[in-house]
């Protein structure tokens, strides 16, 4: 996959955890980023850096720098344990491409 | 509110040609993409192609390298609906379906609807 992420990322309930996704393609194309519960098909939870759909919680917000994307959760819930994806264009810019996701545990 | 509704056969023996349709409902952008992804057991998401909804692109489409040669996705404006068709299935292909919209714009490149999925399972 042209987008890494961490395969898995544990946090206490209440803290605060930062995803992040690599890629050479995101020096030009914004991430988006998905959500994923088990069973369940994926949810847009930002898209454009840091813009959040409507319903979307104010604890979910987006980073950008360089190659690197991220995305940060606050106040982390025990109902935030899901799997979380990226996505962009790739380097060549007509392609779609998906990172291979992070699992996200709250302890 | 935009909603995708997919249908499509859940069983195939291996050699044939999974066929699903996605059929989109509520307003549409002629800067979307119509898109298909899938998801192996157990794995992470897999972009499989789109399709510009514009015809001014000539319905342009891109395609996973990977599965290039098997793919086609194709659309029907008139009836605001989109198929993926993979030819000579494998048990590898066994995976849930997504279909999607992907909106685009300068730098924006993203999926704001999702269609439920349909779980396409190969098996002789």
């Known amino acids: 996959s042209e987008l890494t992420q961490d395969p898995a990322v544990s946090v206490a309930l209440g803290q605060t955890v930062k995803i992040t996704c690599q890629g050479d393609?995101?020096?030009?194309?914004?991430a988006a980023w998905y959500q994923q519960k088990a069973g369940q098909a994926p949810i847009n939870l930002i898209y454009?850096?840091?813009n959040r759909p409507s319903g979307i919680s104010a604890r979910f917000s987006g980073s950008s720098s360089g190659t690197t994307a991220s995305l940060t959760i606050t106040g982390v819930q025990a109902e935030d344990e899901a799997d979380y994806y990226c996505h962009s264009r790739d380097s060549s810019g007509t392609l779609g491409v998906f990172g291979g996701g992070t699992r996200l545990t709250v302890l | 509110q935009v909603q995708l509704q997919q249908w499509g056969a859940g069983q195939l023996r291996p050699s044939e040609t999974l066929s699903l349709t996605c059929a989109v409902y509520g307003k549409s952008y002629s800067s979307d993409y119509w898109s298909w992804i899938r998801q192996s057991p157990g794995k992470g998401l897999e972009w499989i192609g789109e399709?510009?909804?514009?015809?001014?692109?000539?319905?342009?489409?891109n395609y996973n390298p990977s599965l290039k040669s098997r793919v086609s996705i194709s659309a029907d404006a008139s009836r605001n609906q989109f198929s993926l068709r993979l030819s000579s299935v494998t048990a590898a292909d066994t995976a849930v379906y997504y279909c999607?919209?992907?909106?685009?714009?300068?730098?924006?490149?993203?999926?704001?609807?999702w269609g439920k999925g349909t779980t396409v399972t190969v098996s002789s």
């Open positions: 999607a919209r992907i909106r685009t714009g300068g730098y924006f490149y993203y999926i704001d609807v």
């Open positions: 454009g850096v840091n």
């Open positions: 393609s995101l020096r030009t194309f914004y």
């Open positions: 399709i510009s909804r514009s015809r001014s692109t000539n319905r342009d489409t």
